[in-house]
């Protein structure tokens, strides 16, 4: 309903991983690129590149999510996230010709994908403070679990979205997405960022 993106009509379709892997796929193919299982696809020409189509796309998420910290003024991070023991630079490689592919076939199906849920939710909230409030308003207490797989991009929004009533769940120590974007930090951050409010530990953890 509060459409960010000027190039989406707001019958906009929402697509999963599957739909998401299709794309992907397509694009690869359009750069003349043969992943790791397509070999068959493409009649067996060519050697296939030991890069599998998910691995691709959780390259391009992870650009996603740095290009919106870097282009947001009023984002908390302000410097990229170091990936080089996240991505290779063969991944890196590939991600980087498909990534605008792969947004060009979103935009022309008017299509969104989980990642953009969230970066224009940050972004309607960081631009538009009477739809921020309304929220807030609406939402006055917010409760966020596992919260050591969050990403920067997702602690930005919670920090966006809340006000004086946020209760977190989460352990440092048990922090297993971070080939997804979580960011290992976060725990120590939401004491930065939320100065004042109660960070204490529970018994038997360390303060």
């Known amino acids: 309903r509060n459409n960010t993106a000027p190039t989406m009509s707001g019958s906009f379709c929402i697509i999963d991983q599957s739909e998401q892997m299709r794309i992907i796929k397509d694009a690869v193919k359009e750069c003349g690129i043969s992943l790791k299982g397509d070999a068959d696809e493409n009649n067996g020409s060519g050697k296939a590149v030991d890069v599998r189509p998910i691995t691709v796309l959780n390259a391009v998420s992870q ?31 590939i991600a980087d010709v498909v990534y605008p592919i792969y947004r060009t076939k979103l ?14 939710s940050r972004e309607l909230l960081a631009e538009r403070p009477e739809i921020r409030d309304a929220m807030r308003r609406r ?69």
Do not use: C
């Open 139 to 207: 939402w006055r207490h917010v409760l966020v679990d596992e919260f050591q797989d969050t990403s920067e991009v997702q602690l930005d929004l919670i920090r966006l979205l809340s006000t004086d009533s946020l209760l977190i769940v989460g352990d440092g120590d048990q922090s297993i997405y971070s080939w997804r974007g979580a960011y290992a930090e976060s725990m120590s951050d939401f004491v930065r960022q939320f100065r004042g409010d109660d960070t204490s530990a529970q018994p038997g953890e360390p303060e």
């Open 107 to 120: 935009v022309s199906q008017n299509a969104l994908d989980f990642d953009d849920l969230i970066l224009l």
């Open 63 to 93: 650009m996603k999510m740095d290009d919106a910290i870097l282009k947001s003024s009023g984002a908390t991070f302000t410097k990229r996230p170091n990936n080089e023991n996240k991505i290779s630079r063969k991944v890196q490689a």
